[in-house]
């Protein structure tokens, strides 16, 4: 009992190494395996708060730091006259890069605080597919991606909060069509199965290894370590997606092949066609 009243001060201080010797198997011993396995837990969430905090500081500095520097250079006049419009444009896109990041900060922190309540819904997911298609059209054109809609029924009806699905829909569109190959292929399938329904949103990318799977819910997780976040985002919109899902007491899934591409595929509650839709 002494140990653990040391080595809990020591926690207090942000310690969390230190753990009890377990000698008896006794109510004694149970309470040190029990003391240890707290130790294991807040030892791991330290960690992952330390990591959490790092990766913030570099996802920010980084825009900041380019915003910081063109604007310098137009005031200095390092930057030509001619080219101000430019860099100045840059600077707009990190500044929205930046306030993007921000957004989904609060996002995550309010969805895991749970700050906010969803407001469940009936519509046709169908139709909010339709629509998010239609506002990515500008992007799937420039890399000339095939796209296949496969919807089962016309309607598809589902009881959901429709702003919360609609982030999860658009990020998970937003990913296949980013990781898709030049020339490749989206495709988009819901279907009913008993009380529920499916939402099956699938590239011709080039699939996420095996050991990287069971991490790209982790927040700022990049399968490829070695692109910029500039470029292929900053990893913490699976994690706002995951978050929703639960949150529905729904679930979310990844199939992959290497070469072949990823499927992301969940489910939301399925629904009858509401009285002033018949």
């Known amino acids: 009992m002494i140990q653990m009243n040391e080595i809990s001060r020591e926690f207090a201080q942000g310690n969390f190494s230190r753990r009890v ?5 006794d109510e004694t011993g149970q309470l040190a395996v029990n003391f240890n396995a707290m130790a294991d837990s807040l030892e791991k969430l330290e960690e992952m708060r330390r990591s959490f905090v790092a990766n913030v500081s570099h996802e920010l500095r980084s825009p900041l ?3 910081m520097g063109y604007v310098q250079g137009v005031l200095d006049n390092t930057i030509k006259p001619d080219e101000r419009d430019k860099y100045l444009k840059i600077s707009l896109s990190e500044a929205q890069r930046l306030s993007k990041l921000i957004d989904e900060l609060l996002d995550l922190s309010q969805i895991e605080s749970g700050q906010f309540s969803l407001n469940m ?8 597919i339709r629509r998010s298609i239609i506002s990515y059209e500008e992007r799937i054109n420039q890399k000339n991606i095939d796209v296949e809609v496969d919807f089962e029924d016309e309607y598809c009806w589902v009881e959901a909060d429709v702003d919360r699905i609609q982030q999860v829909v658009l990020n998970l569109i937003d990913n296949a069509i980013k990781y898709n190959r030049e020339n ?12 529920k329904a499916y939402i099956k949103i699938q590239d011709r990318g080039p699939g996420i290894p ?3 799977i069971v991490h790209i819910w982790e927040r ?3 399968v490829d370590k070695s692109r910029s976040s500039k470029n292929e985002g900053r990893g913490l919109g699976l994690s706002i997606v995951k978050k929703i899902i639960e949150q529905h007491e729904q679930n979310i899934w990844v199939n992959s092949r290497l070469g072949e591409g990823t499927a992301f595929i969940f489910s939301l509650k399925s629904a009858r066609r509401p009285e002033r839709n018949r």
């Not at 819904?121 to 909010?128: G, L, P, R, S």
Request: charged fraction near 40%.
């Open 21 to 25: 010797k377990v000698q008896t198997k």
């Open 65 to 67: 730091t380019s915003i």
């Open 121 to 128: 819904v009936v519509f046709d997911i169908n139709e909010q």
């Open 184 to 195: 490749g292929k989206l495709t988009i399938r819901t279907w009913k199965r008993r009380d």
């Open 210 to 212: 095996k050991e990287d």
């Open 220 to 222: 700022f997780y990049q």
